[in-house]
């Protein structure tokens, strides 16, 4: 390999890990990066952690015209495995979007600020005015996979110069020619979109210390909390799903209980977080990274919400066609790859007294 070819996967690398880093764009094992270099496509495998980048090896060099021919032939190019060291690692189920697009760095993130447009009926609208000259386009809601990839090549077909794609329901997408234009967009996209949090009031932290038992602790994120003493937040996510990993990582309907509910009553209770309406939230005992930052990452999405949005949740056959059986493997690859990470940033964890 070149001393430039080098760099440029460097690049890929430090970029990668930087932004799987920034719970505000990417949580857990979400998000994808590529760079198309001499003919090959580097993309992240299935299930591992951006943030992990420069620790683990995370990046599958595929044929890029292959790919390509493949996809014109109606042939999904994820699930190829590739030997990388020691370990055999899948490509990514969002490898057609990467090879169909034709900049050389392709960075898709889970961005909080831009999920609470994307799951808006009034999301183009609004994203119109607010990213006015950056070449952008809104990809309403497909499936991962080939059926995304022809959206987005129909999205771009006549307008080639497009850099920024907003997925309804999903996320973001930037390009550029290397990594680190690419990442000024992304940060000028991410300003632009920025929405204050709506403000929560202080859970009850007596009360849910009276209702922790063996299954249950006290998480110290606020924003978790303020799903439950919200009322705007609290009524959104027990409305139904609004993206893909809602369904994946946690659980297809936000349980609920009133302020009153007594201990024995969530004995038995096998999603991995409940609300108790006005007090605040628990979740499992035992630690699961990967459901900790989607969870987190979900309550900052709520957050940025406005009370009046008119909202898009996705259709109960869509988060039927989700939950698959190819879905629990994705699911325990991230949760594997995911040991020992660090899901929640203090800076949104601690509890204000712990600050």
């Not at 898709?108 to 070449?135: C, K, N, Q, Y």
Request: aromatic residues 4%; contains cysteine; hydrophobic residues 40%.
């Amino acid at each position: 390999m070149s001393v430039s070819a080098a760099s440029e996967i460097d690049s890929l690398l430090d970029v990668s890990a930087r932004l799987g880093s920034e719970q505000l764009l990417v949580q857990a094992g979400t998000g994808n990066t590529s760079l198309k270099l001499n003919g090959v496509l580097w993309i992240k495998a299935s299930g591992t952690w951006l943030a992990h980048a420069r620790r683990d090896e995370i990046f599958i060099p595929v044929n890029l015209q292959e790919t390509r021919n493949r996809i014109d032939r109606g042939v999904d190019p994820a699930g190829q495995t590739v030997q990388v060291g020691a370990k055999e690692l899948g490509t990514s189920v969002e490898t057609a979007m990467h090879a169909v697009l034709p900049h050389r760095v392709v960075l898709h993130v889970h961005s909080v600020a831009t999920i609470a447009w994307a799951v808006r009926e009034d999301g183009p609208f609004g994203l119109a005015r607010l990213l006015d000259g950056i070449p952008w386009k809104w990809i309403p809601y497909v499936a991962s996979g080939l059926p995304l990839a022809h959206a987005v090549q129909s999205a771009i077909r006549n307008q080639p110069e497009t850099k920024v794609l907003v997925l309804a329901n999903h996320g973001l997408v930037v390009c550029g020619e290397d990594c680190g234009s690419a990442e000024l967009l992304l940060r000028e996209v991410e300003q632009r979109v920025a929405t204050p949090p709506r403000r929560a009031m202080e859970p009850g932290w007596a009360q849910l210390a009276r209702l922790t038992e063996a299954a249950w602790r006290i998480p110290p994120s606020m924003p978790i909390h303020a799903m439950s003493t919200d009322p705007v937040s609290r009524r959104i996510v027990c409305g139904g799903i609004l993206y893909p990993c809602q369904a994946i990582f946690l659980t297809v309907q936000a349980r609920r209980f009133g302020p009153d509910v007594l201990p024995g009553e969530l004995s038995g209770v096998d999603e991995p977080f409940v609300l108790i309406e006005g007090v605040g939230t628990l979740v499992r005992q035992k630690p699961n990274p990967t459901e900790s930052a989607t969870l987190a990452g979900l309550a900052l999405v709520l957050q940025r919400i406005p009370e009046n949005a008119p909202l898009r949740y996705l259709r109960h056959d869509q988060v039927g066609d989700l939950l698959c059986a190819d879905v629990y493997h994705y699911r325990e690859r991230v949760e594997d790859n995911g040991a020992g990470h660090l899901a929640v940033r203090p800076e949104l964890s601690l509890a204000p007294s712990e600050r």
